[in-house]
């Protein structure tokens, strides 16, 4: 099982629509959770963390889910300018040790 | 407008040639990363220097050797590379490296796009 698994997409939304992806994540002991975005050959943006209750910023609404080991990311109101790859960062901790582990990236199309 | 800069943003190199990357941070972090990127695969992680020291190398080949002058700059130097070396690199940096409890997230540069004739 890999450790970060997202869904490649492409995820081809209309305007105005609401779209989710899924990230998960193979090992419990995972502790800090992030989105990235990454434009067409431009370098990943931090969008978000991923906070255990959860964190709405704007249209963007993260969640975590330690019990089936997933984070999510849900987008309203899709405008063309969200189009882009979303990155699913996990951060595993512990004893001086930081791994930290991407995902592929969803790629996400906004139609007109 | 990024705190990370990398330079070149471009790199067309021979097998033969030896360059070199250069990443600057202007962030005050203390950590600072390499990254591979290449289509349709996930960012894979080739370095950590953290207060200049290496913390991690990820099995990367002796073709690629980093090296951190300070906490605001790291460089890749690159020698007798492979087609297969062709990529996106991308330099990022944190605040610190493996803090526990800690939720740090990396920082990136817009990456240099390498290819290898």
């Known amino acids: 099982r890999k450790e970060v698994e997202q869904d490649p997409g492409p995820f081809n939304v209309p305007e105005g629509a609401t779209v989710a992806f899924n990230c998960t994540y193979s090992?419990?002991?995972?502790?800090?959770f992030f989105w990235y975005r990454q434009d067409c050959r431009k370098e990943p943006k931090l969008l978000m963390s991923?906070?255990?209750s959860g964190n709405e910023d704007g249209r963007f609404t993260a969640q975590l889910n330690r019990a089936s080991q997933y984070i999510s990311l849900l987008i309203r109101d899709s405008k063309l300018s969200d189009s882009a790859t979303y990155l699913c960062?996990?951060?595993?901790?512990?004893?001086?040790?930081?791994?930290?582990?991407f995902g592929i990236g969803t790629k996400l199309q906004v139609i007109p | 407008e990024t705190g990370v800069t990398q330079t070149p943003r471009h790199l067309v190199m021979g097998m033969t040639n030896k360059k070199s990357l250069k990443c600057e941070q202007h962030l005050g972090h203390n950590a600072m990363y390499w990254y591979k990127q290449s289509a349709k695969k996930p960012l894979e992680l080739m370095f950590v220097?953290?207060?200049?020291?290496?913390?991690e190398n990820n099995s990367v080949p002796s073709r690629f050797s980093p090296e951190c002058p300070n906490s605001s700059h790291l460089f890749l130097h690159l020698h007798t590379l492979q087609p297969e070396d062709s990529a996106l690199y991308l330099c990022a940096s944190s605040q610190e490296f493996a803090t526990v409890g800690s939720n740090q997230p990396q920082h990136f540069g817009d990456g240099t796009r390498l290819s290898i004739l």
């Open positions: 090992n419990s002991a995972s502790q800090s």
């Open positions: 220097y953290s207060l200049e020291e290496r913390v």
């Open positions: 960062v996990v951060n595993l901790l512990g004893g001086g040790y930081q791994k930290v582990t």
């Open positions: 991923v906070y255990s």
